[in-house]
């Protein structure tokens, strides 16, 4: 599902001309895996009835702990996509189809995740 969003972004940015396709193209699909995977934690804490460590809007500290796990996720997804790109065909895709598979794959999940927590993500 990844390598295929991967492919019709990065055909789609490679065929407009931009100015690094693959970084932006990994870069959505670091955004949908997070969603993912929020989701997914959102989903087993609900069956399981744990509770899931939340953010807290006094301070910023507990958030800047999540930036170096961030940054090596981003790397990693980069690092794996930009070696699928070297034997990778441009194929034509459409702005349209696109954003049909941005609103699958990442706006329903995210209401999903509003859902499921309450309509308050942040405490």
């Known amino acids: 599902m990844y390598v295929f969003l991967y492919k019709k972004n990065y055909s789609y940015l490679k065929k407009n001309k931009n100015f690094d396709p693959i970084f932006n193209?990994?870069?959505?699909?670091?955004?949908?895996?997070?969603v993912h995977f929020f989701l997914l934690m959102l989903i087993?804490?609900?069956l399981f009835l744990f509770e899931i460590f939340k953010f807290s809007s006094d301070n910023s500290i507990?958030?800047?702990?999540f930036y170096p796990i961030g940054l090596l996720w981003l790397y990693l997804v980069f690092?794996?996509?930009k070696n699928k790109t070297t034997n990778m065909k441009v194929e034509t895709t459409s702005k349209k189809e696109l954003i049909w598979?941005?609103?699958?794959?990442?706006?329903?999940?995210?209401y999903f995740i509003i859902i499921l927590s309450g309509g308050q993500i942040w405490k």
């Open 79 to 81: 690092r794996y996509f």
């Open 101 to 110: 598979y941005l609103i699958i794959l990442l706006f329903i999940p995210l």
């Open 44 to 46: 087993l804490s609900k």
């Open 25 to 34: 193209s990994s870069c959505l699909i670091f955004i949908i895996q997070g």
């Open 62 to 65: 507990n958030k800047l702990c």
